[in-house]
């Protein structure tokens, strides 16, 4: 509008000539200025084109450089969480692990100690001390009255436990004069040979099996045994194995040599020596119903001589090396039984274990069926109640193999598994030279379980467990050591309380195998061991792997006869 005006007034002074004059040099300015103008707003344009790109690229940029940045702080949150919680949980745990080794580690010092000093005392009771540890005794529990009367006085809150530790070591006390005035007045529990009970001490071997602490056993050829005076140790026990022809010793370890050593120079000063550990030997099975009191443990009335010169030789008979029997239970009415305790440690003798194991083979009632009916049964007690579990030693069960040669029995049955020991060993190979067959329980330590022994040994017949429809037993051990497989998953047996119940294992079936090998050598007498066995392995049925296999050796077990 004003721009109008402007022209307007400039066009009237200027007149027509100025007029045209003007208008000819708009006509030329307007062009180069509508360029001009063009190329502002085409620069005006660009600079807010350029403009918004790059806000909005910085935009872009700062939610981009705002997402990665939350996503590191949160992976970094999270890492950090993590790292805390897990340092945390390994702190707690680290924590509960020493302690609980703390607590173990005090309680085995405990015992340790425990052990120590009950032994020491039994010691010098059986050295014929009683004076001196009395006096000793008398000291003790005095300036312990007077410890806890000071106590009491000066501390009120603890008055109640330092009078209840008090009546403890008076009635310990009490006991150790008892026992040592029954030792010395000839009233302490001895063996069947008129010797006194020891007191069985546990430990661990170097390999982790369980070991008589500080015990080694010694078996040599009798040629040798004038020897044994200069070899310097202290003889605990000492049986000469007549029939075995070896002498069997059990002897303090000494403290300047290892067992290794000391069984080097026995060999070379006296050829066939062996020595080895004391070691432990449980038996194996699992009660599928066991009503109470069928654990019971006691003292069954053994035969005092032996069978042969007390009664004629039946047609067949059958040794098994187990707990004790309880023969007076009614399966055993009828049954032709000789026991003898060969355990040299005092306390409760089990007897559950042997008991189901000898009804297996010559119980008879409406519950049970003897596989050896009329045949005679050598029962070698060999298990002592070691803190509450069956237990026996490799000296006992060495022991029990020459009265059972000594009684000319060819079958012997052993419900019982264990590590190995070069002193077993020998004597089973000593046995089995003779012509008669050890039959062992493989175990139950399951399908990738170590072998266990006296079944592993080449000259002892390994057996398995399987049930009713010829399956393995899921905890029956596997391997080359397994013979024959024959029933022992839930078999009805007589229990020590005068019961039935039943019983599953490994060790249920081993007195299943061994009364068809007794039945089969009583009718082929004149063939020797190895051909019968020969005979049975051919004659049993396949169950897995045709010929042999690590599950069911040969098969389920036949009578060939």
Do not use: C
Request: aromatic share 4%; proline share 4%; hydrophobic share 45%.
């Amino acid at each position: 509008m004003r721009l109008t005006g402007r022209l307007d007034i400039t066009i009237r002074s200027l007149g027509w000539r100025g007029a045209l004059a003007l208008a000819a040099a708009a006509a030329v300015a307007i062009p180069v200025a509508a360029q001009s103008l063009d190329s502002t707003l085409d620069d005006i344009i660009d600079d807010q084109i350029d403009e918004q790109v790059e806000n909005d690229v910085a935009d872009a940029l700062e939610d981009t450089v705002e997402q990665q940045v939350e996503e590191q702080v949160e992976q970094q949150v999270q890492s950090e969480v993590a790292e805390t919680i897990e340092q945390q949980v390994e702190s707690s745990v680290t924590e509960t692990v020493e302690q609980q080794i703390q607590s173990e580690v005090v309680e085995t010092i405990q015992q340790e100690v425990e052990s120590g000093v009950t032994a020491t005392i039994e010691q010098q009771v059986e050295s014929g001390v009683t004076e001196g540890i009395g006096r000793q005794l008398e000291n003790a529990i005095s300036e312990a009255v007077e410890s806890g009367l000071d106590a009491v006085d000066e501390v009120d809150d603890v008055a109640h436990e330092v009078g209840n530790g008090l009546e403890e070591v008076l009635g310990e006390a009490e006991d150790v004069v008892e026992s040592a005035a029954d030792e010395n007045s000839g009233g302490s529990e001895e063996g069947e040979d008129g010797a006194p009970r020891e007191q069985f001490f546990a430990a661990i071997d170097a390999a982790g099996r369980a070991i008589e602490r500080d015990v080694w056993v010694i078996l040599l050829p009798r040629e040798h045994a004038a020897r044994i005076e200069g070899w310097g140790f202290t003889v605990r026990e000492r049986q000469d194995l007549a029939t075995l022809d070896r002498v069997l010793l059990r002897v303090d370890a000494p403290e300047d040599r290892d067992i290794a050593q000391a069984a080097l120079e026995l060999a070379l000063d006296a050829p066939g020596t062996l020595v080895d550990f004391n070691h432990v030997y449980r038996g194996g099975a699992d009660a599928d119903s066991t009503p109470a009191g069928s654990a019971a443990t006691g003292r069954p009335a053994f035969e005092g001589q032996p069978a042969s010169a007390a009664r004629p030789r039946p047609p067949l008979a059958i040794g098994i090396i187990d707990s004790a029997v309880a023969n007076e239970h009614a399966a055993f009415h009828a049954a032709d039984i000789v026991q003898k305790d060969f355990v040299p440690f005092e306390g409760t003798r089990p007897l559950r274990h042997g008991t189901a194991v000898a009804s297996i083979l010559v119980g008879e009632s409406r519950s049970v069926r003897p596989r050896l009916p009329g045949a005679r049964l050598y029962a070698a007690a060999v298990f002592f109640d070691d803190d509450g579990e069956p237990a026996a030693t490799t000296a006992s069960l060495v022991a029990s193999l020459e009265w059972l040669a000594a009684e000319r029995v060819g079958v012997v049955n052993m419900s019982l598994a264990g590590p190995p020991n070069r002193v077993l060993e020998a004597a089973l190979g000593d046995t089995a030279s003779r012509g008669a067959v050890v039959v062992a329980a493989v175990g139950n330590n399951g399908p990738v379980g170590e072998p266990l022994y006296p079944a592993a040994y080449e000259t002892v017949v390994g057996v398995t467990a399987v049930d009713s429809a010829n399956r393995i037993y899921r905890y029956a051990s596997r391997g080359r050591q397994v013979t024959f497989a024959a029933p022992g998953v839930r078999i009805k047996v007589a229990q020590s309380d005068g019961g039935y119940g039943t019983e599953t294992g490994t060790s249920m079936a081993a007195p299943h195998a061994a009364a068809i090998i007794a039945q089969s050598m009583a009718a082929r007498a004149a063939q020797p061991a190895e051909a019968v066995l020969s005979s049975l392995e051919a004659a049993a049925i396949d169950l897995g792997d045709e010929d042999f296999d690590d599950v069911f050796g040969f098969g389920l077990i036949a009578a060939i006869d």
